[in-house]
């Protein structure tokens, strides 16, 4: 394990990246103990960066309104972090001594990331947005240096889940999940190696996990 501790930033100090950031339901009873527990699930496979040179590089895809950037920052020396689109605000959430860079980019073009570049790489609820889910598997494998760990987050993509999402008050989330976990790992595990992983509940296969999350190695 890790070791880095989830903290979430006060409510009010975020701001959304745009009008499908889940931002508010991290600040729910009930529902916001999901949405915090699969961010502490995907931190919890990253290896110790404390043994990395000046903390290591880490690289998160899809910053959304940054819930995870104040966290990842006091964590590693130096943090990337790319969405399509940037929250306003960003900058004031990143730790002191830590070298960070946001850029808006997009995973699937081969310029985004550069090559064997990065310790740990962050991908929480991302490529289940992403139909191309081996072109995406390719970039993220790339931008990894030889060692490095990559957590990938992904929630369960079925009738199931799109009823669970219309309660909660969001509507059409078949529009935006176009790729399955069991998909995505299928992927990953083409051009990586499985390191890890965990689920709610825990021990649920990929298939019947409310959300899953795995490290890979390159």
């Known amino acids: 394990m890790s070791g880095i501790r989830f903290e979430l930033p006060p ?18 009873p009930g529902i916001g103990w999901l949405y915090r527990r699969r961010l502490t699930m995907a931190l919890e496979l990253l ?25 990842l920052t006091r964590a590693y020396g130096e943090y990337v972090g790319v ?18 860079t946001l850029r808006e980019a997009d995973l699937l073009d081969p310029a985004t990331l550069p090559e064997a570049a990065f310790d740990a790489i962050v991908c929480v609820s991302v490529l289940e947005h992403i139909a191309d889910r081996d072109g995406a598997a ?6 990894l240096k030889p060692g490095g760990t990559l957590v990938v987050g992904v929630p369960m993509v079925n009738r199931a889940m799109s009823r669970a999402f219309e309660v909660v008050g969001f509507s059409g989330i078949d529009d935006h999940h ?21 689920a709610l509940p825990p021990r ?15």
């Open 11 to 28: 409510k009010g100090t975020l701001t959304p990246n745009d009008e499908y950031d889940p931002l508010p339901y991290y600040y729910k």
């Open 47 to 71: 290896p110790s960066p404390n043994g990395l040179p000046g903390r290591g590089k880490v690289l998160e895809i899809g910053v959304g309104s940054g819930v995870l950037l104040p966290t």
């Open 83 to 100: 969405d399509l689109v940037l929250a306003k605000g960003l900058d004031r959430l990143v730790a002191p001594r830590c070298k960070a």
């Open 138 to 143: 390719r970039g993220l494998a790339r931008a």
């Open 178 to 198: 176009v790729s399955a976990p069991v998909e995505i790992e299928a992927a990953l595990g083409r051009v990586l190696r499985r390191a890890g992983r965990s």
């Open 204 to 218: 649920a296969p990929t298939a019947l996990a409310l959300y899953s999350c795995t490290a890979w190695r390159r």
